[in-house]
Nanobody, 123 residues
Framework: QVQLVESGGGLVQAGGSLRLSCAAS????????MGWFRQAPGKEREFVAA????????YYTNSVKGRFTISRDKAKNTVDLQMNSLKPEDTAVYYC????????????????WGQGTQVTVSS
């Protein structure tokens, strides 16, 4: 059974940094893309970043390019999201997700989800 467990959320001032981590278990993810999504109150869940588990190729939504970095550690089976220069508009619940096949930015195309971790950026 696949499990994705996020950690690392919290409260930070604007301009600060946080590092989220997603611990993945339950299967081999070699053919998977791992993604980070976020959902703010009253808004739809949106794509933030993704990484190919085998290739390491990364993808970002425009609003986080240059500020966020996604990475994976094959030995630890973790996917991290380093978030720098945080802004109040980054406030959301952040979710880790996994899908097999090609990278996608639509949340409904992901097969597995974590429970989410809250990130709050104060101004």
């Amino acid at each position: 059974q696949v499990q994705l467990v996020e950690s690392g959320g919290g409260l930070v001032q604007a301009g600060g940094s946080l590092r989220l981590s997603c611990a993945a278990s339950g299967r081999t993810f070699s053919s998977y893309y791992m993604g980070w999504f976020r959902q703010a109150p009253g808004k739809e869940r949106e794509f933030v970043a993704a990484i190919g588990w085998s290739s390491g190729t990364t993808y970002y939504t425009n609003s986080v390019k240059g500020r966020f970095t996604i990475s994976r550690d094959k030995a630890k089976n973790t996917v991290d999201l380093q978030m720098n220069s945080l802004k109040p508009e980054d406030t959301a619940v952040y979710y880790c997700a996994a899908r097999s096949g090609f990278v996608r930015s639509d949340p409904w195309q992901y097969d597995y989800w974590g429970q989410g971790t809250q990130v709050t950026v104060s101004s």
